[in-house]
């Protein structure tokens, strides 16, 4: 993901059918909770695991990996010259650069994770395919992934200094 040197296409100058790099800053009126932590966000990837013995019976106990979880709601992306609407649900998305926060689950710690996630106020870039009719954007544009099979791209490139909680 070499999304900080590719040329960067103001909001207003994007055409549909083909593949941009968007930057802009971060705008939801809805925001998800992760579970088992209290953030709040826009958009999370999560990684957990578990420590439980070895394989082998008398192993010495490891960590294994319980599951991943992605979860959010649609975004906006807005910079000087218009909005873009990014739809993360049903399409995979690349996470670069995002807050993160790990921690550990229960009171015996036998279960942690690491989150990825972004918040209002974030500034991100885009790699992805423009359409027409985007549900929440006043252009009427959205971003999705490429109809290559590709990952949506997106690198968070500041993070707002809100709270997570």
């Given at each position: 993901?070499?999304?900080?040197?590719?040329?960067?296409?103001?909001?207003?100058a994007l055409d549909a059918g083909r593949i941009h790099t968007i930057?802009?800053?971060?705008?939801?009126?809805?925001?998800?909770?992760?579970?088992?932590?209290?953030?709040?966000?826009?958009?999370?990837?999560?990684?957990?695991e578990v420590?439980?013995?070895g394989p082998r019976g008398r192993g010495r106990p490891l960590?294994?990996?319980?599951?991943?979880?992605?979860?959010?709601?649609?975004?906006?992306?807005?910079?000087?010259?218009?909005?873009?609407?990014?739809?993360t649900a049903e399409q995979p998305v690349d996470l670069a650069g995002a807050a993160r926060e790990s921690g550990h689950v229960?009171?015996?710690?036998?279960?942690r994770y690491s989150v990825d996630f972004i918040r209002n106020g974030d500034t991100v870039r885009i790699r992805g395919e423009i359409e027409n009719g985007g549900t929440g954007a006043e252009?009427?544009?959205?971003?999705?992934s490429p109809q290559s099979g590709k990952a949506l791209e997106v690198l968070v490139r500041k993070i707002s200094q809100k709270d997570s909680a």
């Open positions: 993901m070499f999304l900080r040197f590719r040329k960067k296409t103001p909001i207003s930057e802009g800053v971060v705008t939801s009126p809805d925001s998800v909770p992760v579970p088992d932590t209290r953030i709040k966000c826009v958009y999370y990837f999560m990684f957990s420590y439980r013995k960590w294994f990996v319980e599951g991943q979880r992605t979860g959010g709601t649609g975004f906006e992306v807005s910079d000087d010259t218009g909005t873009v609407w990014v739809s229960g009171k015996k710690g036998r279960r252009s009427g544009l959205s971003i999705t």
